[in-house]
């Protein structure tokens, strides 16, 4: 009878400091458990040839080579860190305080604010299909995930944090130890977690973020209803050789991962963002931006590195305003060469917002955590939280 209250009362301790008791051992949706515990990117994309130059019109083309194979408990893990606001410095911002679920991990605002209220000069990327990205960034100046996060990671404008400090803070968790040692095999809960892992678990959960069912796509692999005609209408001009879009924003990502110059405008007056000209150190790169995909644009307003533009209506009128009138006079930068003055018509540019609404699908929405490991509370603004298992 003692020996059973003993063991009731250690059970009740362990239930007690282990917030979160167990990782889902199952992929997300969009992936397929191998036999080596590795979740691998299922989608009907996969069927086409995955020849280089598709052209831009090309529907059924394959898309670019994707990060995955990433365990189901590496994977879930990420998404507890990416809520978790114990990353930052002061314990008050997370990940998804600027890369909110609902707002296509994006955060609505013209630029984004960081620690203390520090204003950023950049508006948050969404981060939906970022397993297929090749450069992060609007500046590009990173080329995997892990080295992307060690930026707002470690920066004093946005979470403050050093890496010591986050491992102290981590390793600190009993919690943490206890999923880490869960999520990499050959791992105790004694062992010190180490930032590659926060990295890979963390890089885990963003790949997961699959975006690939819109009504676009259904329409691409064949389904034509799946477009009313005003759509099609609004594809053909997208991808029509007087719009130029899908020479930068290439199907099926739309984008084709590369920088280029648009002389897009900054709010307010603000002085010109140099954008890519830093990274590469390379002037014909000034005012270079990376192409964004335009997946799930509806949802990650205001738009451009700037966020200057409110609107979709907005933002595609820029490019039939004339090729560099927003670049200030003072500036010469060379605009890409697939900007120019297409001279839409408001019915055309319409039927272009009406298009790129089709790009919406967030159908493998995550889950925002209801407990996290720290016991802090997630980032809360939000519908989409589980019920405690
Ligand atoms: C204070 C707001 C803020 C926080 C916190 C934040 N980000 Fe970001 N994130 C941004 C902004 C702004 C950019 C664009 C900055 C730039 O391009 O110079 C960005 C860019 C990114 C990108 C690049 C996407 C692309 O398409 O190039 C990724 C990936 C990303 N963040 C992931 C994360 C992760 C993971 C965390 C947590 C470790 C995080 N962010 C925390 C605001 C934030
Ligand atoms: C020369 C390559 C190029 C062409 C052609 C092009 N774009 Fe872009 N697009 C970009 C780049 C680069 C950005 C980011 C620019 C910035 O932030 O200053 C962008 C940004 C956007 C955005 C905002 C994305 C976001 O996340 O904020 C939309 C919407 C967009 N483009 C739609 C279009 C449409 C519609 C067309 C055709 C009329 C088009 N683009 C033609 C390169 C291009």
Known sequence: MITLL????????????????????????????????????????????????????????ALPKVRD?????????????????????????????????????????????????????????????VAYLKLFFWDGRASTLEEQMQGPLFSKEEMGNTPENLLKTINGIENYRHLFSEAF????????????????????????LISLNSKYDRYAHGYHEALNAQEIEGMNIFRSFVARCAECHTPPLFTNQQIAVLGTPEPNGATLDPGAQIPFKDSTLRGGFKVPSLRNIEKTAPYMHSGNFATLRETVQFYTDG??????????????????????????????????????????????????????????NNQNQESIQ
């Open 6 to 61: 003993t063991v009731l009362i250690a059970a009740n301790k362990v239930s007690h400091t282990h917030y979160v008791p167990k990782l889902n051992c199952n992929c997300p949706p969009g992936f397929k458990l191998n036999d080596k515990n590795e979740c691998i990117a299922q989608n009907l994309y996969m069927a086409y040839s995955t020849n280089n130059d598709p052209g831009v019109g090309g529907l059924k083309t």
């Open 323 to 380: 090729r560099g009138h927003a670049v200030p006079k003072e500036e010469n930068l060379r605009i890409h060469w697939h900007i120019w003055e297409p001279e839409l018509t408001d019915f055309e540019l319409d039927r272009l917002v009406d298009f790129l609404k089709t790009l919406t699908d967030e159908s493998f929405m995550p889950k925002v955590p209801k407990v996290l490991p720290s016991n802090q509370a997630a980032f809360t």
């Open 69 to 129: 194979g990433f365990s189901p408990q590496q994977i879930d893990l990420g998404r507890y860190l990416f809520f978790d606001p114990v990353l930052s410095a002061d314990g008050t911002i997370s990940c998804a305080s600027c890369h909110d679920p609902q707002k296509g991990f994006s955060d609505g605002l013209t630029a984004s604010v960081g620690i203390n209220g520090h204003q950023l000069k950049r508006s948050s990327p969404s981060l939906w299909n």
């Open 185 to 208: 095999p050959n791992k105790s809960s004694s062992d010190p977690i180490s930032l590659n892992e926060i990295y890979t678990a963390i890089t885990a959960f963003e790949a997961s």
